[in-house]
């Protein structure tokens, strides 16, 4: 009977966990909300994920909520450790979709400015008339065109645009600035030089393309690997078997816990790094 009773009591101590943990991994893990139509706009304060300061400050808070709930310290470095993995894949999804939605915006500025250029508008006319149709096209402000408009507004007013790309805050606005100051020093087209950058870029991206549909399986297989420890426990509570009440019991559980966890956030990271090193920058 009291063999009953304490299996009754650790399923349902079980049941309460699985759903604490969900709701502390969802809290983790889901970022700050991010700008309207996903195109990298300019951050804004109180939007976006939470800075370093505010997740540290939040850890002994949730340690306590735990610990006054009763569950054991291993649970919450283990839910802690798999939120933050989560939360930084997550982010890291987010910085490379905003930077490929900038370049996309740059090379179409790019095609429009050039078109006219050869047609003989000036330059301040030409980044106008881009800027106006880009801008339309994306219906953001990001940091590109944020970035674009202050040059052209510059060149309105008689100064450098060049000046002011080249302390743009990418690489690619950067070398615009580059080519640009080039050009007015030198005397060289510019017409031809902006129509090699904008060749760059689109190589660059079906390079990008090509790489990421490549890289598909692997990262299929990362996610799989990293899951299927989660499938084990699953598949042992579906034989009759008790493994979250053993894994958030504390002692020899907590243990394994522990190092399961981190062992599958190290896996995934140092897989991610590698798919990384395999994509184009």
Do not use: Y
């Amino acid at each position: 009977m009291g063999l009953g009773t304490r299996r009754g009591g650790c399923g349902r101590r079980g049941g309460d966990m699985v759903s604490a943990l969900i709701l502390l991994a969802a809290g983790i893990a889901v970022p700050g909300q991010g700008p309207a139509g996903g195109r990298g706009v300019v951050k804004r304060p109180g939007r976006g994920p939470l800075p370093p300061v505010a997740i540290t400050a939040g850890v002994p808070v949730c340690v306590a909520l735990f610990a006054a709930t009763g569950i054991d310290p291993a649970t919450v470095v283990a839910l802690l450790t798999a939120g933050l993995v989560v939360s930084w894949r997550l982010k890291r999804g987010r910085t490379s979709r905003v930077t490929r939605a900038q370049t996309t915006v740059l090379a179409g500025f790019l095609g429009l400015c050039i078109g006219n250029l050869r047609a003989g508008a000036p330059m301040a006319d030409a980044m106008d008339h881009a800027l106006a149709h880009t801008t339309g096209s994306t219906g953001s402000a990001g940091p590109t065109t944020v970035a674009l408009t202050a040059a052209a507004r510059r060149v309105r007013s008689g100064g450098s645009g060049a000046a002011v790309l080249i302390d743009a805050p990418t690489m690619d606005l950067q070398r615009l600035g580059t080519i640009w100051e080039v050009s007015e020093r030198h005397g060289i087209p510019l017409v031809r030089l902006l129509d090699q950058l904008k060749h760059r870029l689109e190589a660059q991206e079906r390079h990008r393309q090509a790489s990421a549909a490549q890289l598909q399986g692997p990262q299929a297989t990362a996610v799989i690997l990293a899951l299927l420890p989660l499938a084990g426990v699953l598949m042992g509570t579906a034989m009759g078997a008790d493994p979250i009440g053993f894994l958030t019991g504390g002692g020899v559980g907590g243990i394994l816990l522990i190092t399961g966890v981190l062992l599958s956030a190290a896996g995934f990271i140092l897989t991610e790094k590698i798919l990384e090193g395999a994509s184009p920058t």
